[in-house]
């Protein structure tokens, strides 16, 4: 097993872009590809969703998000 880390402190400079090309492009080829998002922005993440897959997720997080609110005004 081989391991690929794109890493870079600086936003904005494609790591998810080429990431998610690249994960496309070996998978392509038949090799066995898994692709990892530890970026907060989860933009990788996204990239692989559709909406309505996304709309599922952020419908079941909006109670939490509610309740983080409520809670954070106590």
């Keep these: 097993m081989k391991v690929v880390s794109v890493f870079n402190n600086k936003g904005g400079v494609g790591k998810s872009t080429l990431t998610y090309h690249m994960g496309a492009a070996l998978s392509e080829l038949g090799i066995k590809t898994l692709l990892v998002d530890l970026d907060p922005q989860s933009n990788l993440t996204l990239y692989g969703l559709s909406e309505k897959e996304l709309e599922k997720i952020w419908?079941?997080?909006d109670p939490f998000i509610e309740d983080f609110a409520?809670?954070?005004?106590k």
């Design 70 to 73: 409520a809670a954070k005004k």
């Design 59 to 61: 419908i079941a997080e």
